[in-house]
């Protein structure tokens, strides 16, 4: 079974621009949760979605936003790029989400000048 | 992902030795806890999970403890090996969080030959 894919592997972007981000969860798997990843502040958690819903949010701004299709496939968006938007982005797939295991793609390299 | 560890612990062990990782979580309401591992240029990967109504797992290598008394958590590999080497990850997931995962800082695992 393939595992998590996200595209693309890396982008480079300039401030004020917006950028879209996919994933692909495992075959069957609902649930598709969104991590930033950067040295400072470590995997910060920024939304859930299941069922085309999204059904958890963590603490950003509305800049950063998503969305499931029926297929569970997943976009992020991020409006307004700002230099400090520069990191890891890393999508997580689980069966129904909640306390199942969450697999993690490679991420998405996104850096901002 | 990226090398995240540039201000990150590090525990040096010798290849064949065994190897314990530990970590500290926040909150006391948190009911299930997962290790992943990073390697360079690659998602997180789970390792092991535990339930808060367990206190020890055991999977091929490692074992994972859990005391809810003191919010700790810790992970031990057994006869480390070079392949070991990576950025370990404890995570969170408090009662009705809903597949919000909450991360440690992590800690870097150097094996040496």
């Known amino acids: 079974k393939a595992g998590v894919t996200q595209t693309p592997r890396y982008l480079i972007k300039t401030r004020g621009q917006q950028v879209t981000l996919s994933c692909s969860p495992i075959?069957?798997?609902?649930?598709v949760s969104w991590y930033q990843q950067t040295p400072g502040q470590g995997l910060q958690f920024l939304f859930e979605?299941?069922?085309?819903?999204?059904?958890n949010k963590g603490n950003f701004p509305g800049r950063f936003s998503g969305r499931q299709f029926s297929n569970s496939r997943s976009e992020m968006n991020v409006s307004t790029l700002e230099l400090g938007d520069s990191a890891l982005y890393l999508c997580?797939?689980?069966?129904?989400?909640?306390?199942?295991?969450?697999?993690f793609g490679p991420g998405t390299r996104l850096t901002v000048l | 992902g990226e090398n995240v560890g540039l201000h990150l612990p590090t525990l040096s062990v010798q290849e064949g030795d065994n190897s314990i990782i530990n970590c500290a979580y926040s909150?006391?309401?948190?009911?299930?806890f997962i290790w992943y591992k990073q390697e360079s240029g690659k998602g997180p990967q789970f390792i092991i999970d535990?339930?808060?109504?367990?206190d020890k797992r055991q999977g091929q290598r490692v074992t994972v403890l859990l005391n809810k008394t003191v919010k700790h958590l810790s992970l031990q590999i057994a006869a480390t090996q070079p392949g070991d080497s990576a950025v370990y990850f404890c995570?969170?997931?408090?009662?009705?969080?809903?597949?919000?995962?909450?991360f440690g800082k992590g800690i870097t695992l150097s094996v040496r030959p």
């Open positions: 909150n006391s309401a948190s009911d299930y």
């Open positions: 997580a797939s689980s069966l129904v989400g909640g306390i199942d295991t969450q697999y």
């Open positions: 535990i339930r808060s109504n367990m």
């Open positions: 979605y299941f069922s085309e819903t999204q059904r």
């Open positions: 075959s069957g798997h609902r649930s």
């Open positions: 995570a969170e997931n408090p009662t009705g969080a809903n597949s919000k995962l909450t």
